[in-house]
């Protein structure tokens, strides 16, 4: 298919008031988000990789405001990683659904 055709075939015409525009077809909005989501899939996962490599190999500290500081340290690390595992699963999901083509659409219809 030549480029010309292509770009025709993403965008369709629209007429507004007397102006008339051309959008991005669903298909072309649909390639779009997809190549969005797998570009957030790849990043989330690089930055997972990335802190699961970092551990805190230090000694618990007798200091009860250091113990403190690190616990809490801790914690959003964890909460982070949720939040990433939970953010890669919903990305996980939509692409499964346009792979089959059920992106869009009432999950009860």
Same mark, same amino acid.
Do not use: H
């Given at each position: 298919?030549?480029?010309?055709?292509?770009?025709?075939?993403?965008?369709?015409?629209?007429?507004?008031? $007397? *102006?008339?525009?051309? @959008?991005?077809? /669903?298909? +072309?909005?649909?390639?779009?988000? =997809? #190549?969005?989501?797998?570009?957030?899939?790849?990043?989330?996962?690089?930055?997972?990789?990335?802190?699961?490599?970092?551990?805190?190999?230090?000694?618990?500290?007798?200091?009860?405001?250091? $113990? *403190?500081?690190?616990? @809490?340290?801790? /914690?959003? +690390?964890?909460?982070?990683?949720? =939040? #990433?595992?939970?953010?890669?699963?919903?990305?996980?999901?939509?692409?499964?659904?346009?792979?089959?083509?059920?992106?869009?659409?009432?999950?009860?219809?």
């Amino acid at each position: 298919m030549s480029s010309t055709s292509q770009s025709r075939n993403r965008f369709q015409e629209q007429k507004i008031g $007397q *102006a008339s525009i051309k @959008l991005p077809t /669903d298909a +072309a909005k649909r390639a779009t988000l =997809r #190549t969005k989501l797998t570009r957030e899939r790849t990043l989330l996962m690089a930055s997972w990789n990335l802190s699961l490599t970092t551990t805190d190999d230090s000694e618990p500290s007798s200091d009860l405001a250091d $113990q *403190a500081a690190t616990d @809490l340290d801790q /914690d959003l +690390a964890i909460q982070v990683k949720v =939040r #990433t595992i939970a953010r890669l699963r919903a990305i996980e999901r939509a692409l499964e659904l346009m792979r089959t083509s059920r992106y869009g659409r009432c999950r009860s219809c």
